[in-house]
């Protein structure tokens, strides 16, 4: 049983004992207290289900450290005489911003690793929010079962005293990922509000300080009739501490500081080719647990994909490269080899799919290929 399953299972049963505490004593409690206090435990409650959803998804699971996978980018920051700093580790810069809490919008070229620099920052910041409040939870009810041997209404005391601490004090930070490309609401007050009901049940965390860090994932991808309302509409008293990413040509009119990511280095490229190609020789089922990336870098390099902003110093086109075996700077032969590789993985590699759903047919990839083309 994982460090999770365990930390949950043993909360819940110390939480069935805390509801039996207070329903014990609810003869002596103001009903508006009780539920104050009831209203607490459910928000935290929920809030640590929403952390642990975000532990368990793949999308964020699979840039934690164990898996190997996250390649540090690099980024530099603007300075305010208009230069530029040296680069630095991209997820450093982020927890630099963090500490000071102070918001920062991070530009990129399309593929540059902006969205997974957030994903893996999200993972990061849910698994140490997740792990505090395991530790609080665990302190903060067993002091309520010694103070229940002495008296119950002193147990009651500590357990509201510590729902107003837990809540309010800045003990963790609770991080909501979000695509802007499915802003559609009146403001962006109520865009983030929403995030936070669906996580802890009510809007109150929204309103707790340095709680919370909305990482907001491609302001150049709302929709442009929505693009003017949202920026119009961010809190300019008080703003929600909010990290932001753009395409480098479409910077928004965001008054906070930018860092830009960088194209990968020679020891990037080296880092993410051996992620891949193992990724590949997993798929391939290949013998031999050592991925040797220099022959590779080599055929890159001679082929001039590596020179200053060529196909292969972009994350995202590196990654084609790699797990297509193409050694092109066509970047259309690039997708089109790469969608007939996910189409057909999806057709032939995964027929246990369709078991599930006998009244799918599958499509002849040619078709498929035919109808994507003319929907483009």
């Known amino acids: 049983m994982d460090f999770q399953a365990l930390s949950g299972l043993i909360i819940a049963v110390a939480g069935y004992l805390v509801v039996e505490i207070i329903l014990s004593v609810w003869k002596d409690v103001p009903a508006k207290f009780g539920q104050q206090v009831f209203g607490a435990v459910r928000r935290q409650w929920k809030e640590r289900v929403y952390l642990r959803g975000i532990l368990r998804d793949p999308r964020f699971a699979q840039w934690k450290s164990e898996a190997q996978r996250y390649v540090a980018l690099r980024a530099i920051k603007a300075q305010k005489s208009g230069g530029a700093s040296a680069p630095q580790p991209l997820l450093d810069l982020l927890h630099d911003h963090l500490k000071r809490r102070e918001a920062v919008l991070v530009l990129g070229d399309p593929g540059a690793g902006k969205t997974t620099a957030m994903e893996a920052l999200t993972y990061q910041l849910a698994r140490t929010a997740y792990r505090r409040s395991t530790f609080v939870w665990f302190a903060w009810l067993g002091v309520a079962a010694l103070l229940l041997l002495w008296s119950p209404l002193a147990a009651l005391i500590w357990l509201g005293g510590g729902l107003v601490v837990i809540s309010r004090a800045r003990l963790w930070v609770t991080p909501f990922f979000l695509e802007l490309h499915r802003f559609f609401k009146p403001e962006a007050r109520d865009f983030l509000a929403a995030a936070v009901k669906e996580a802890a049940g009510d809007e109150a965390l929204l309103g707790a300080k340095g709680r919370c860090l909305f990482l907001l994932d491609g302001v150049n991808e709302i929709h442009r009739e929505h693009a003017a309302q949202f920026l119009g509409t961010w809190p300019q008293q008080n703003p929600p501490l909010a990290f932001f990413t753009s395409r480098t040509g479409d910077k928004p009119a965001l008054e906070v500081p930018a860092v830009e990511a960088c194209e990968l280095d020679d020891e990037g490229v080296k880092a993410f080719m051996g992620v891949y190609l193992r ?3 997993e798929k391939e089922k290949a013998g031999g647990e050592r991925v040797e990336v220099e022959p ?3 055929e890159l390099s001679r082929k001039g994909l590596l020179a ?4 292969g110093r972009n994350p995202y086109w590196l990654r084609m490269l790699v ?4 050694r092109t700077r066509n970047r259309g032969a690039l997708f089109l080899s790469f969608a007939r590789e996910l ?3 999806e057709i032939e590699v995964k027929p246990e799919e369709r078991k599930r759903k006998p009244d799918w047919a599958a499509v002849p ?3 498929e290929m035919d109808a994507l083309a003319e929907l483009a």
């Open 308 to 311: 200053e902003r060529g196909v």
């Open 343 to 345: 189409l057909r993985r």
């Open 365 to 367: 990839l040619e078709a």
């Open 279 to 281: 990724e590949r020789q």
């Open 323 to 326: 797990l297509s075996g193409l």
């Open 296 to 298: 590779d870098f080599a």
